[in-house]
């Protein structure tokens, strides 16, 4: 199945991610972040596979309304025919949200101060 409106959406969350305009936090459930839009939700999960090997996870992105109704998703694997490394984009959209919903970039520079260093993120 394509899924253009996918792919552009999460190129779209890619860049926008990485530019700090998406404001990703944690769920109630552990390894999943989300965002959330005026009407609604968008939530990136990790999922291991049976017999797990390092490289062989699944990235899925879901999409809620605003009653919480999942009314779409789609992982790596589905948008592999309509994007060019489908895996490695949502592998690194799904690091990098997992780092602003974490706060791992804040933690960084509080032991950097903490050692007497500057904050080298500017």
């Known amino acids: ?3 253009p409106q996918m792919v552009y959406l999460v190129q779209q969350l890619y860049r926008r991610t990485d530019d700090g305009r998406v404001e990703w936090e944690e769920t109630e459930i552990e390894g ?4 959330a839009f005026p009407e609604h939700t ?4 990790m999922h291991l596979l049976d017999g ?3 490289g ?4 899925v992105l879901s999409i809620f309304n605003t009653r919480g109704l999942k009314i779409e998703e789609v992982s ?4 592999a025919e309509d994007l060019a490394d489908s ?14 919903a974490m706060g791992v970039d804040q933690a960084l520079n509080s032991i950097l101060s903490a050692l007497g260093e500057e904050d080298i993120s500017s």
């Open 52 to 54: 797990y090997v390092p």
């Open 1 to 3: 199945m394509s899924y």
């Open 42 to 45: 968008v939530r990136l999960s």
């Open 87 to 100: 895996y490695e984009v949502m592998k690194h959209l799904y690091r990098a949200a997992r780092r602003k």
């Open 32 to 35: 999943v972040f989300q965002a």
């Open 56 to 59: 062989s996870e699944d990235y």
């Open 76 to 79: 790596d694997t589905d948008l």
